[in-house]
């Protein structure tokens, strides 16, 4: 394992549910991110935070909420999905986010969300 | 933007031999940073190697390799003397060293034959 942390793993929800996703990394890392994996598409980078500030925001949708209260931890908050939001979410991590220099993201196992 | 092309939805090889993934992308940048990553099924997501754009000698991690050819804009992974533990999803992707956008590649699914 690296050392980054996604739970739950699976999640069945309905549109109108209202559920969390949550990430957390152990690898005293500043900056962490959400990617989104649907079939036969490429990872999309959804959000970055570093030292706890978002730094990125990739037009995504507002029924997509993310929060980093501290370096450690990431969450997604979900509500009001559609059914084309179903895939896989990836958290990743790494060390802090200076411009040209390269540092290695450190990926998650993912959540498995299907939306009903 | 910058847009990271994998032509090669799936490939397969024999164990013991090697193989190579096509990648190719299209940035108008100088300085920049190409990743290759690979999934496992059911398996994290780890990085298999990188190359930095203003190094010309191509990046060497055990039995993978990199052809990059900057002018081309090809970034291709060579897999030497496969094993059945490369079979995986395999993930070309860029960075701009200028911003923290990672832009990724759709994939090329491995499949080693015993």
């Known amino acids: 394992e690296t050392g980054v942390t996604q739970t739950p793993r699976h999640l069945v929800m309905g549109m109108t549910n209202k559920k969390s996703l949550k990430c957390e990394q152990h690898l005293g890392h500043n900056a962490m991110y959400w990617y989104k994996q649907s079939a036969k598409k490429p990872l999309e980078l959804m959000f970055v935070y570093n030292f706890k500030e978002q730094t990125e925001n990739n037009s995504v949708p507002s029924r997509f909420s993310p929060e980093c209260p501290n370096s450690s931890h990431l969450f997604l908050h979900l509500h009001t999905l559609q059914p084309e939001d179903s895939a896989l979410y990836l958290c990743?991590?790494?060390?802090?986010?200076?411009?040209?220099?390269?540092?290695?993201?450190?990926f998650g196992p993912g959540t498995r969300l299907t939306v009903t | 933007a910058q847009t990271v092309t994998q032509s090669q939805p799936e490939m397969s090889v024999q164990e013991a031999e090697t193989v190579t993934l096509s990648c190719t992308y299209d940035t108008s940048e100088s300085d920049y940073y190409l990743f290759w990553y690979k999934q496992p099924p059911s398996r994290q997501m780890i990085l298999v190697i990188r190359q930095e754009a203003y190094k010309q000698q191509n990046a060497t991690e055990n039995r993978f390799s990199v052809n990059f050819q900057k002018a081309a804009k090809s970034f291709s992974l060579k897999i030497s003397d496969s094993q059945l533990g490369d079979a995986a999803m395999y993930f070309c992707?860029?960075?701009?060293?200028?911003?923290?956008?990672?832009?990724f590649g759709a994939g090329t699914r491995l499949t080693v034959k015993p």
């Open positions: 990743a991590s790494s060390q802090d986010l200076v411009q040209r220099v390269l540092y290695e993201q450190y």
């Open positions: 992707a860029y960075r701009s060293a200028g911003n923290n956008d990672m832009r």
